[in-house]
């Protein structure tokens, strides 16, 4: 997965980098909050990101409010890195849209937990995606049959929309995802097919 850090201290930023790229992760690093913002509304943003409360430009807070107000439909996953402990901050960062938080100083294995839970999460918001979408893909392929149909009274063939008249089950099987298996009802039977073979009958036996 991909992360961003966001880091004005080199030192700090290229030891976090180091072992980012030691778990595993591809890392995008950045000094300052307005390339950290920029690199999170770009094409092929990261979908997780830590960021230093306290930067040059833009700080980790602002960051993470302007990347929340233009979020399209991909969710990215907010880390800050603070040296604040007071709850009142701790409730503005969250507020302004982090989903998670560290106190520096920080050890190594609370961050590796605290990055296991935003990819877990990213991953989760991934795969809700694309349910989502097979679903509208399906609804968008459901055909549905509305509105008023001129039906002829003694055929009982529908009139379509270039002016033909076809048989109602066709008609139906084109405009939606109906099928049909041809039966006959106890009413016709009656009605139709037991004269037939009354008549049938008849002529075999006269023959």
């Given amino acids: 997965m991909k992360i961003l850090i966001a880091e004005d ?22 000094s300052d909050g307005n390339q950290a913002r920029e690199a999170l509304q770009g094409e092929d943003a990261p979908q997780l990101a830590i960021l ?34 007071r ?23 609370e961050m590796r937990a605290r990055l296991q839970v935003g990819i877990r999460t990213v991953d989760l918001q991934n795969r809700l995606a694309e ?3 097979s679903l509208e893909d399906a609804l968008s392929q459901i ?14 063939k529908i009139r379509t929309d270039d002016n033909y008249w076809q048989q109602v089950e066709g008609y139906i099987m084109e405009h939606s995802e109906a099928e049909f298996s041809h039966s ?6 009656e009605k139709y ?8 009958g008849q002529h075999r036996k006269a023959a």
């Fill in 184 to 189: 006959i009802c106890p009413e016709c039977y």
């Fill in 87 to 109: 709850k009142e901050d701790l409730v503005a960062g969250l507020d302004a849209g982090a989903d998670d938080y560290l106190t520096k100083p920080f050890k190594r294995e």
């Fill in 143 to 156: 055909k549905q049959l509305q509105g008023m149909l001129p039906i002829c009274a003694y055929c009982k």
């Fill in 131 to 133: 349910h989502i979408k």
């Fill in 9 to 30: 201290d080199m030192t700090s930023r290229r030891m976090l980098e180091t072992r980012l790229v030691k778990w595993g992760y591809e890392v995008v690093a950045t």
């Fill in 52 to 85: 230093d409360w306290m930067m040059p430009g833009l700080d980790g807070v602002e960051v993470c409010r302007r990347v929340r107000e233009l979020e399209g439909e991909s969710h990215i996953y907010i880390i800050l890195l603070t040296a604040k402990d």
């Fill in 193 to 200: 097919v037991k004269p037939e073979l009354e008549e049938l």
